[in-house]
Every structure is written in structure tokens, then in C-alpha cells.
């Protein structure tokens, strides 16, 4: 009878250290969690690159690849089914050059990725400085029934000064 006694004290006593250890192992986990967040949140961030304003009379060489955004560019066929017709959105954020004939590329992938064709042309308008511009939509080539997918890049353009 009294060695039920003693080993249900031996018991709650190796219960009692179960729980001691349970409840260190949380706090010490706590805390490296607590040190990580706070090392990890002192880190130095990148920096950002800012381009220093141009000096008065002087203006920043024009960089349509950099100014030219392509908001969107949406792939169809013309009316006959039979070639690619696109509509392309751009912004221009340039405050100081207007962009004019736009080189674009457009590659067109079938299922598996494998490219099938890339077309290289050049769109004849221009986007003024801070403008958002939808281009008419234009035809791009003989439209091809495998193609799944497409990309459409800006390569380049001419830059002038806005007057």
C-alpha cells in the first residue's frame, strides 16, 4: 500500500519534469525565434539605385528600354483567321523623351515550349513623355495553329526630345 503511494509520487514528480523541460525547450525557442527576427530585420537593406537629376541644360540619355513599359500585349487572329493580330498597350516614363518607331519581338511556343517562330518589326508610332498609348492593333505574320503561347518584348526605340 505504501509503495502505491511512492510511485505515484514518483510519477507526478517525473510528470512535473516532463512539463519544466517542455516549457524551457518553448522559451528557448522563443527566444532564437526573438533573435533571428530582430538580426534578421537590422540587416542593411539594397539600396536603390537613383539616377542623379541631369544639370541644368543637360538632359539623360534616352533609354526606351528602360522608359518603355508594356502594360499589355494581347495575341488574335484578323478576321480571316489567318494572321496574328496584336494589341499592345505601353507607358512612357520618360518626362523628357518622346519614343518613336517601337522595335518589338514576338515569339511564339508551342505546348511543350519548343519555340516555333520569332518575328522582329518595328511599330510606326510614338508615345509621348508620360503618355499611356494603346497602339492600333497591328498584324504580326501568318498566324500558326500550334503556337499555345507567346511573348512580346520591347527592343528598342528612337528617343528625341519632347518639344
Known amino acids: 500500500m505504501f509503495e502505491e503511494l511512492e510511485e505515484d509520487k514518483e510519477l507526478k514528480e517525473s510528470h512535473k519534469k516532463r512539463i519544466w523541460m517542455?516549457?524551457?525547450?518553448?522559451?528557448?525557442?522563443?527566444?532564437?525565434?526573438?533573435?533571428?527576427?530582430?538580426?534578421?530585420?537590422?540587416?542593411?537593406?539594397?539600396?536603390?539605385?537613383?539616377?542623379?537629376?541631369?544639370?541644368?541644360?543637360?538632359?539623360?540619355?534616352?533609354?526606351?528600354?528602360?522608359?518603355?513599359?508594356?502594360?499589355?500585349?494581347?495575341?488574335?487572329?484578323?478576321?480571316?483567321?489567318?494572321?496574328?493580330?496584336?494589341?499592345?498597350?505601353?507607358?512612357?516614363?520618360?518626362?523628357?523623351?518622346?519614343y518613336s518607331d517601337i522595335q518589338y519581338e514576338a515569339s511564339y511556343m508551342n505546348v511543350q515550349g519548343k519555340l516555333l517562330s520569332v518575328v522582329r518589326d518595328t511599330i510606326k508610332d510614338s508615345i509621348g513623355p508620360g503618355e499611356q498609348k494603346t497602339i492600333p492593333p497591328f498584324v504580326d505574320g501568318v498566324y500558326d495553329a500550334r503556337a499555345s503561347t507567346f511573348q512580346f518584348v520591347i527592343k528598342g526605340a528612337t528617343g528625341t526630345v519632347a518639344q
Do not use: E, F, H
Open 22 to 98: 517542455g516549457a524551457c525547450i518553448v522559451a528557448a525557442l522563443v527566444v532564437v525565434g526573438a533573435i533571428v527576427y530582430v538580426m534578421s530585420g537590422s540587416r542593411a537593406k539594397t539600396p536603390v539605385r537613383v539616377q542623379p537629376p541631369a544639370p541644368a541644360g543637360q538632359t539623360v540619355a534616352a533609354d526606351a528600354l528602360r522608359d518603355l513599359k508594356l502594360i499589355r500585349a494581347v495575341m488574335g487572329k484578323d478576321p480571316s483567321g489567318l494572321r496574328v493580330l496584336w494589341s499592345v498597350q505601353l507607358r512612357n516614363r520618360s518626362a523628357v523623351y518622346t
